[in-house]
């Protein structure tokens, strides 16, 4: 009879396997080390890893072993596995930042081990090099982050002044170039917060920049330009941008409901009805 139960658990686990990797188009499969103990460890893997018709992640509390699938034309193991750290854990890629590990319950704090052997300062190293060294890195990561979204950015403000034109060729052009921007961002050389918040919107901005370039309808466009607008303003709230940026607001579109966009000027020249009521507006956020 146990033996009976057993078959049918296996098998219905098989189906469910396969039932989810049928819904992941360009599914790629592969096995990779991460790191914890219990089942409330795999709980918190498999949900921080996983995306719906996107990635799936199935961890193994014996072997530590997660079988990881995803379509390859999406994301990638280092995306998934970054996830992962930032809930608190380790794999041999990624560590998981030291606070998340602490503030992980007592039963899952696994014995980590180190992944990148320590070097031992030179006698004659300085706390004051030691620190240059350190400024330089983090400058490093900014100037990085910066270049891999300022053209994201830059395309997005083009394609609002192109809307305060009225002028819908003009928008779906600009468009057009802000899907080739956010197609060229490497998400992997993004800041880990950063690239969160990324894999959150890209899809959603994708779909209003198709919207916008695939119509010359200044009306549909603009509608597309509010949904478009909030995942912007959601980007560059964690990201940095060289100059400050002014989030604004028209109360009169939509039937009064009101919608908002980004801009590089505090003067309001509003997208959403050109000459019309260019003045018409306020800024409600300034982002530095």
């Not at 989810?20 to 409330?40: D, F, L, P, R």
């Not at 300085?126 to 053209?151: A, P």
């Not at 998400?187 to 919207?211: G, Q």
């Not at 995942?231 to 908002?260: H, R, W």
């Amino acid at each position: 009879m146990k033996n009976s139960f057993l078959k049918i658990m296996v098998a219905a686990v098989m189906l469910l396997s396969t039932a989810i990797n049928a819904q992941i188009k360009n599914s790629k499969t592969e096995t990779v080390k991460v790191y914890g103990n219990c089942g409330m460890c795999e709980t918190k893997i498999e949900k921080a890893g996983t995306i719906k018709k996107i990635a799936s992640v199935d961890w193994n509390k014996d072997t530590q072993m997660a079988t990881l699938t995803y379509d390859a034309k999406k994301t990638n193991q280092d995306e998934i596995l970054k996830r992962i750290a930032l809930v608190g854990y380790d794999s041999d890629k990624f560590l998981a930042p030291d606070d998340v590990y602490n503030n992980l319950h007592g039963c899952c704090q696994y014995d980590r081990v180190a992944k990148v052997p320590v070097k031992e300062e030179t006698a004659t190293a300085s706390n004051e090099s030691h620190s240059n060294h350190n400024n330089n890195s983090d400058t490093k990561t900014v100037i990085q982050n910066e270049n891999q979204l300022k053209s994201v950015f830059d395309t997005y403000f083009l394609l609002k002044d192109a809307l305060i034109t009225s002028d819908g060729t003009k928008t779906a052009l600009a468009s057009k170039e802000l899907l080739a921007a956010v197609n060229n961002v490497k998400m992997d050389k993004l800041e880990m917060d950063v690239h969160m918040v990324w894999m959150k919107v890209v899809n959603l901005i994708k779909e209003d920049a198709t919207h916008i370039s695939d119509t010359k309808d200044v009306k549909h466009q603009r509608d597309h330009f509010t949904t478009l607008s909030k995942d912007i303003y959601t980007l560059i709230k964690v990201s940095k941008y060289e100059t400050a940026v002014y989030y604004q607001f028209c109360p009169m579109y939509s039937d009064g409901k009101g919608a908002n966009w980004l801009s590089k000027e505090n003067a309001i020249k509003n997208p959403y009805y050109g000459s019309m009521m260019l003045s018409c507006g306020k800024t409600v956020e300034t982002i530095k």
